[in-house]
């Protein structure tokens, strides 16, 4: 079991930053691929980026790649995204997701555990 925290949403202007964070509690988080996906009203859940178990391979939606970073933190069980750079297109409710064991995946259905979210709003 894994339960997941995420924390760091707020309102920011077009171009500001915002750092979320992930707080996860259960010992096999440190053995599985960690995800970021959002979802603005009226729209599916989409996938924003991953890293996987070791923090050595990550993966960036397109429309995010070059303005936010993923990390990790295995001792201490948490999980960060960087984002930079925000559009009001960023807005959205952020989910933090703890998936398969030794692949990193964009599907929502192929993570197991979810955080509850948190709401990122980027004025224009």
């Known amino acids: 079991q894994v339960q997941l925290v995420e924390s760091g949403g707020g309102l920011v202007q077009a171009g500001g930053s915002l750092r979320l964070s992930c707080a996860a509690s259960g010992r096999t988080f440190s053995s599985v691929t960690m995800g970021w996906f959002r979802q603005a009203p009226g729209k599916e859940r989409e996938f924003v980026a991953a890293i996987s178990w070791s923090g050595g391979s990550e993966h960036y939606a397109e429309s995010v790649k070059g303005r936010f970073t993923i990390s990790r933190d295995n001792a201490k069980n948490t999980g960060n995204l960087q984002m930079n750079s925000l559009k009001p297109e960023d807005t959205a409710v952020y989910y933090c997701?703890?998936?398969?064991?030794?692949?990193?995946?964009?599907?929502?259905?192929?993570?197991?555990?979810w955080g509850q979210g948190t709401q990122v709003t980027v004025s224009s």
């Open positions: 997701a703890a998936g398969p064991v030794n692949k990193i995946v964009v599907v929502p259905t192929e993570y197991n555990y």
